[in-house]
């Protein structure tokens, strides 16, 4: 009987405020941001924003509280948290924004769904999955699939970080009521230190900034990483070259136990652990190139349950490379199909080598580093935040 209660006094409540709400003049100049957690990508947007006097109030999961490190002043207004729908329902119908842009991960919370679902309530939703759930990830979740499928179909607008859409739209025909934006990562394009030019001869480092699956998990993906990086160590070696790994998640030393002895093992292999953006962008500006650990890998034809390796290394995006763009540094690119790649290597910063063909090119790598790097300095005017910015601006004024 109190559930039933309190149900019906939150239904007169609702009434109550959507009347009342009805009067209020929408803020043109409010973006109102929710997720779950904290991510770089909300900082980056939240940002460029700001800069371009949007003010932003983020409504923000308990669960995720901890994970507010940004500095307020430059990325939001205003937090608000909640911890269940009803808390962020009230919360929506207390404002009246330009657009409630909402940050998602892969496995889709009931909140997002909700929000679709009561939107003409509240107002134009956007819908921006971090990743797509469907055949990009090993373990199928029927309730995960049906969710994402909802909130694609059915939110205003979606803003895609990555080409995944595409696949979806390609193979299982989803139809998009809302319109589609791209709008990748991006660079901060600030604080980014200066690249110097370096001799033929000096030593080539190649980095790898981002999170690592520990080796011998029961995840196959951490066995093609494990054999592409094994390969790329095993050429550096040969070459004289240094391959630099910096692991965004490596706080249990057991757990990464097999890249600690690999490191040991060889001394052009330099394992380090996760560093704050700053300290990142600067620690990378000091190599030559930057990759991925599945870009070279030997075997990309594995059969995995419910998972589409092909798809995914053709679709995916990633923000590392962002991060290298950050740092002046070019990229290396292995695999054809990849969308972002050929995205990013009209810019002339992709040097496009497979693993086969590396041991052959190292000669290359050395002496165009000047040369990617010049372009890399361009190119990070073009694709940082703030130049971007004025897209996704539009977008939500044309919802």
């Given at each position: 009987?109190?559930?039933?209660?309190?149900?019906?006094?939150?239904?007169?409540?609702?009434?109550?405020?959507?009347?009342?709400?009805?009067?209020?003049?929408?803020?043109?100049?409010?973006?109102?941001?929710?997720?779950?957690?904290?991510?770089?990508?909300?900082?980056?947007?939240?940002?460029?924003?700001?800069?371009?006097?949007?003010?932003?109030?983020?409504?923000?999961?308990?669960?995720?509280?901890?994970?507010?490190?940004?500095?307020?002043?430059?990325?939001?207004?205003?937090?608000?948290?909640?911890?269940?729908?009803?808390?962020?329902?009230?919360?929506?119908?207390?404002?009246?924004?330009?657009?409630?842009?909402?940050?998602?991960?892969?496995?889709?919370?009931?909140?997002?769904?909700?929000?679709?679902?009561?939107?003409?309530?509240?107002?134009?939703?956007?819908?921006?999955?971090?990743?797509?759930?469907?055949?990009?990830?090993?373990?199928?979740?029927?309730?995960?699939?049906?969710?994402?499928?909802?909130?694609?179909?059915?939110?205003?607008?979606?803003?895609?970080?990555?080409?995944?859409?595409?696949?979806?739209?390609?193979?299982?025909?989803?139809?998009?009521?809302?319109?589609?934006?791209?709008?990748?990562?991006?660079?901060?394009?600030?604080?980014?230190?200066?690249k110097y030019p370096k001799a033929d001869e000096e030593e080539l480092c190649i980095v790898y900034g981002g999170r690592l699956l520990p080796h011998r998990s029961n995840?196959?993906?951490?066995?093609?990483?494990?054999?592409?990086?094994?390969?790329?160590?095993?050429?550096?070696?040969?070459?004289?070259?240094?391959?630099?790994?910096?692991?965004?998640?490596?706080?249990?030393?057991?757990?990464?136990?097999?890249?600690?002895?690999?490191?040991?093992?060889?001394?052009?292999?330099?394992?380090?652990?996760?560093?704050?953006?700053?300290?990142?962008?600067?620690?990378?500006?000091?190599?030559?190139?930057g990759t991925d650990t599945f870009e070279l890998a030997k075997d990309q034809k594995k059969s995995f349950k419910d998972f589409n390796f092909a798809a995914r290394e053709?679709?995916?995006?990633?923000?590392?490379?962002?991060?290298?763009?950050?740092?002046?540094?070019?990229?290396?690119?292995?695999?054809?199909?990849?969308?972002?790649?050929?995205?990013?290597?009209?810019?002339?910063?992709?040097?496009?080598?497979?693993?086969?063909?590396?041991?052959?090119?190292?000669?290359?790598?050395?002496?165009?580093?000047?040369?990617?790097?010049?372009?890399?300095?361009?190119?990070?005017?073009?694709?940082?935040?703030?130049?971007?910015?004025p897209r996704l601006i539009r977008f939500y004024k044309q919802l």
């Amino acid at each position: 009987m109190p559930g039933k209660l309190q149900k019906r006094l939150d239904k007169i409540f609702i009434c109550g405020l959507n009347f009342y709400r009805q009067k209020f003049k929408q803020n043109k100049k409010c973006v109102i941001f929710i997720a779950d957690e904290m991510s770089p990508r909300i900082e980056k947007i939240g940002y460029a924003l700001k800069r371009k006097g949007i003010k932003i109030v983020i409504f923000l999961q308990k669960k995720g509280i901890e994970e507010v490190v940004c500095n307020k002043e430059n990325v939001y207004d205003k937090m608000y948290k909640f911890k269940n729908i009803r808390e962020l329902y009230f919360l929506c119908l207390k404002f009246k924004p330009l657009v409630y842009h909402i940050f998602s991960t892969c496995c889709v919370e009931k909140w997002i769904v909700f929000l679709i679902k009561n939107k003409h309530h509240i107002g134009k939703v956007v819908y921006d999955p971090y990743d797509i759930y469907r055949d990009m990830y090993g373990e199928k979740n029927k309730c995960y699939i049906k969710y994402e499928k909802f909130c694609l179909e059915n939110s205003d607008g979606i803003v895609c970080r990555n080409f995944q859409t595409q696949y979806l739209k390609n193979k299982y025909g989803y139809c998009f009521k809302g319109k589609r934006l791209l709008f990748m990562d991006y660079c901060w394009n600030h604080n980014s230190p200066v690249k110097y030019p370096k001799a033929d001869e000096e030593e080539l480092c190649i980095v790898y900034g981002g999170r690592l699956l520990p080796h011998r998990s029961n995840n196959l993906l951490s066995q093609i990483e494990w054999d592409g990086l094994s390969s790329w160590i095993e050429t550096t070696k040969k070459y004289k070259a240094k391959m630099v790994v910096i692991a965004s998640n490596m706080t249990d030393k057991n757990e990464f136990k097999d890249f600690y002895r690999l490191a040991k093992r060889n001394p052009n292999f330099i394992l380090k652990g996760k560093m704050d953006l700053n300290a990142l962008i600067k620690y990378e500006s000091r190599m030559d190139y930057g990759t991925d650990t599945f870009e070279l890998a030997k075997d990309q034809k594995k059969s995995f349950k419910d998972f589409n390796f092909a798809a995914r290394e053709k679709y995916c995006a990633t923000n590392k490379y962002f991060d290298y763009i950050d740092a002046g540094i070019p990229i290396i690119c292995g695999r054809p199909s990849e969308m972002l790649g050929r995205y990013l290597e009209k810019y002339g910063i992709v040097f496009r080598c497979t693993l086969e063909e590396l041991p052959e090119r190292m000669d290359e790598l050395k002496q165009r580093r000047n040369e990617y790097a010049a372009n890399v300095a361009k190119a990070r005017k073009e694709l940082s935040i703030e130049k971007q910015i004025p897209r996704l601006i539009r977008f939500y004024k044309q919802l």
